[in-house]
Nanobody, 124 residues
Framework: QVQLVETGGGLVEPGGSLRLSCTFS????????MGWFRQTPGKEREFVGG????????RYSDSVKVRFTISKDNAKNTAYLQMNDLKPDDTALYYC?????????????????WGQGTQVTVSS
């Protein structure tokens, strides 16, 4: 059984930083990629970024490019989302997801497994 668990969310002031972690189990192949999405009430889940199985080929949405960085540690079965210079518009429930495409997709349908999400609130 595949399980993804996000941690690291919380309340942070504008301009601050947070690092989210996504620890997973049950994925038996090395050929996976990890994506991060976020969602606010009443809106669709939005692609934030993703990283390929090799750790390369990362892609980001325009709204977080430069400020956010995704990485993964295969030995720890963990992916990370480093978020810097956070803005109130970054407030959302953040999800990690695992997929098996050759390149990082941006749509939720392309991901197979999902975590339960961790809340990030950016407010003074």
């Amino acid at each position: 059984q595949v399980q993804l668990v996000e941690t690291g969310g919380g309340l942070v002031e504008p301009g601050g930083s947070l690092r989210l972690s996504c620890t997973f189990s049950g994925i038996t192949t090395a050929w996976y990629l990890m994506g991060w999405f976020r969602q606010t009430p009443g809106k669709e889940r939005e692609f934030v970024g993703g990283i390929s199985w090799s750790g390369g080929g990362a892609r980001y949405s325009d709204s977080v490019k430069v400020r956010f960085t995704i990485s993964k540690d295969n030995a720890k079965n963990t992916a990370y989302l480093q978020m810097n210079d956070l803005k109130p518009d970054d407030t959302a429930l953040y999800y990690c997801a695992a997929g098996f495409n050759p390149v990082v997709p941006t749509t939720t349908a392309e991901y197979t497994y999902w975590g339960q999400g961790t809340q990030v609130t950016v407010s003074s």
